[in-house]
C-alpha cells in the first residue's frame, strides 16, 4: 500500500461532518460507558517500586565499594591483613572510584532502561486486561439482545479446514 492510497480527498471533511451530524444521539449508558473508558486509559501509570527480579542487582550497581574487608584466618596473621586490606582500599580509594566510574554510570542505565521496561510491560499487560474485559462485556450483551449473526453457530463449508483448540493461557 502506497502513502497516496491513505490519503483521499473524497469524501470532503464537510461531507463527513455533516454525515456524523444524522447519527442518532448515544444513550446516555453508552457515554457514561465511553467516559469511564476514556478515564481509565488517560490515568497517569501507577508509581511502582523497583520490580523485585532487580532489587538485588540495584544494590549492586555501585561496584566501587566493596564488602569490609575480612579474613579466614585467625590471629595476628588475619588481623594484619585485614588491616592491610583496609589500608589499600582507604590508600587507593579515589583510583579506584575514578576507574569503576564508567562501570557505575553504564550499571545504572541498564538498570533504569530494565526498570523502565519492566513498567512499560506492566502498563500494557492492565491495557490489554482493561480491552480483554471491555471486549467480554461488549460480546456478552450482544449474545443477551440476539444481535449474533448466526455465522458463528453455522457448521463450516465442507473442505474447510479446522480450527485447532484454543489453548488454556
Do not use: C
Not at 483521499?8 to 446516555?28: H, W
Not at 550497581?61 to 585467625?74: C, I, L, N, Q, W
Request: cysteine-free.
Amino acid at each position: 500500500m502506497r502513502p497516496e492510497d491513505l490519503i483521499t480527498r473524497t469524501p470532503t471533511a464537510e461531507a463527513v461532518a455533516r454525515e456524523t451530524q444524522q447519527l442518532p444521539t448515544p444513550s446516555d449508558e453508552a457515554q457514561e460507558a465511553l467516559r469511564q473508558t476514556l478515564d481509565a486509559a488517560a490515568r497517569p501509570p501507577t508509581p511502582a517500586p523497583w520490580p523485585a527480579l532487580l532489587q538485588e542487582a540495584r544494590g549492586k550497581m555501585d561496584s566501587r565499594y566493596a564488602e569490609p574487608a575480612t579474613s579466614h584466618r585467625g590471629g595476628f596473621t588475619g588481623t594484619a591483613l585485614v588491616l592491610a586490606k583496609r589500608a589499600f582500599r582507604l590508600t587507593f580509594q579515589p583510583f579506584i572510584n575514578e576507574v569503576l566510574r564508567k562501570q557505575v554510570e553504564f550499571n545504572e542505565s541498564i538498570l533504569d532502561a530494565l526498570a523502565t521496561l519492566h513498567d512499560v510491560q506492566r502498563e500494557q499487560a492492565r491495557a490489554q486486561a482493561a480491552w480483554r474485559k471491555e471486549l467480554e462485556r461488549r460480546l456478552a450483551k450482544l449474545e443477551g439482545t440476539g444481535h449474533v449473526t448466526a455465522e458463528r453457530h453455522e457448521p463450516a463449508p465442507a473442505g474447510t479446514p479446522k480450527r485447532p483448540p484454543k489453548r488454556k493461557r
